[in-house]
């Protein structure tokens, strides 16, 4: 095998590789041989077909397969050799026809780009942290009976908090929704989960009692053909409602699979589901933090464009964004995830931070308990490579972001429960 190297950029690289046609002729002709033994055709003994039949009917698609599969042999050998890491699948160009006794095949491709030694010291890194409170856990509870309130039908006036039923109609300039007839909806007053303006109107009506006025409808309503339009409105109050919350006592604990414990034990695991939340979230934190920082130190670093490119495609495919040019939008989004990617795996081979088994047990663990049955998940992970390669990939950037953290200049930033959980709220 003969190969020699072209330098296309300071990246980008082209081999051309010679190999002896014979290698190739050899192997086609043993594989032929090969099928005139198995091979079961109509008007032939079984391993009886004559080597010209096997030639004539399966010979292009048995020479393709074997030049396939010595060009990717060849190349593993040569990128090997010539200790070249390609960053992407190679881009192979050849005619697959002998020449002077050779077959002759070009390989363009992207190799990653040399970092060198990488220097956290200097970053400034402002690692967030947070613990769930009594209040925190109090607030939870609160939210798990408002999920399980009941609702009961009332003879009064609506007021914040109730449920009232309505039927309205919407018309402006060209467009009238439903278009025939009338839309029946459900508003919890004071939610805003529909129309600020809406409930207003509704705040006060008991059952049975019409209304009508004009509405400036939000830019985000969920109806699109009244989203940011004006309109007449004309609707009934159908039926008032108002919520029942259950107590909080043991059958209550009950209904959410404690069994044993009461109160005691649901709030401890009402804090242990928290906690495991918060985890997660000051890491998720923690990461974003650590990485723009990182990628920002080595803005100039040099990426392979292929896969920026690989990047950017499958953001766009994920975001379901159309047209063949929609990955272009994603291209700076892509490239930092790439330089991020290249900088930690080198971070961590550099520092010889390997993949902690018992951490990716515990994150396995703390995934599978978030659903009924725990087993079945870690017996879904146990079965699906990618999902474990997914999961294993994940722990071990933790590692790397939390070792930055530890060797970086940081500081602590001191957070609420809800700052993290619910930033901006």
Do not use: C
Request: aromatic share 6%; charged share 30%.
């Amino acid at each position: 095998m003969q190969v020699s190297i072209e330098n296309v950029g300071s990246l980008g690289r082209k081999l051309t590789i010679r190999l002896p046609a014979e290698r190739l002729e050899d192997t086609v002709r043993s594989r032929i041989q090969e099928m005139g033994r198995t091979a079961r055709l109509k008007g032939f003994r079984p391993g009886k077909v004559p080597t010209k039949v096997i030639e004539q009917r399966f010979g292009g698609q048995i020479r393709n397969e074997a030049l396939s599969e010595m060009i990717g042999s060849s190349f593993q050998e040569a990128v090997s050799k010539e200790k070249l890491r390609p960053a992407v699948q190679p881009a192979i160009s050849t005619t697959g026809r002998p020449e002077n006794g050779e077959i002759e095949y070009t390989a363009e491709f992207e190799v990653f780009p040399e970092i060198g030694k990488i220097d956290v010291s200097a970053l400034e890194i402002a690692k967030p942290v947070a613990s769930v409170t009594d209040a925190d856990v109090d607030q939870m509870i609160e939210t798990l009976r408002l999920q399980r309130r009941n609702w009961v039908q009332v003879e009064r006036a609506a007021q914040e908090g109730d449920l009232v039923l309505f039927e309205y109609s919407a018309q402006g300039d060209g467009f009238r929704h439903p278009a025939e007839g009338n839309d029946r909806v459900g508003i919890v007053l004071g939610s805003n989960a529909y129309s600020a303006e809406l409930e207003q109107l509704l705040a006060g009506k008991s059952a049975g009692d019409e209304f009508t006025s004009t509405v400036q409808f939000p830019e985000g309503f969920r109806v699109t053909t009244l989203a940011g339009q004006s309109a007449e409105v004309a609707g009934k109050a159908m039926r008032v409602q108002e919520s029942q919350m259950p107590p909080v006592d043991e059958t209550f604990a009950a209904s959410f699979g404690v069994k044993e414990g009461g109160l005691e034990r649901f709030r401890e695991d009402v804090r242990a589901n928290l906690d495991r939340e918060l985890k997660n979230a000051l890491m998720g934190r923690l990461k974003v933090g650590v990485v723009e920082k990182l990628v920002e130190a080595h803005a100039d670093l040099e990426l392979p464009q292929g896969m920026i490119e690989h990047e950017a495609r499958l953001l766009a495919r994920q975001a379901n964004a159309p047209g063949a040019d929609a990955h272009v939008a994603f291209l700076p989004v892509a490239r930092r995830r790439v330089a991020a990617g290249l900088l930690i795996a080198e971070l961590a081979r550099q520092n010889e931070i390997r993949l902690d088994p018992k951490r990716v047990s515990e994150a396995l663990a703390t995934i599978a308990s978030t659903y009924e049955e725990p087993e079945q998940v870690v017996e879904l992970y146990s079965r699906d490579p990618q999902l474990m390669d997914a999961l294993r990939n994940r722990v071990i950037e933790d590692q790397v972001v939390e070792w930055i953290a530890e060797h970086a200049k940081h500081s602590e930033q001191q957070l609420s429960f809800n700052e993290v959980m619910r930033p901006g709220a």
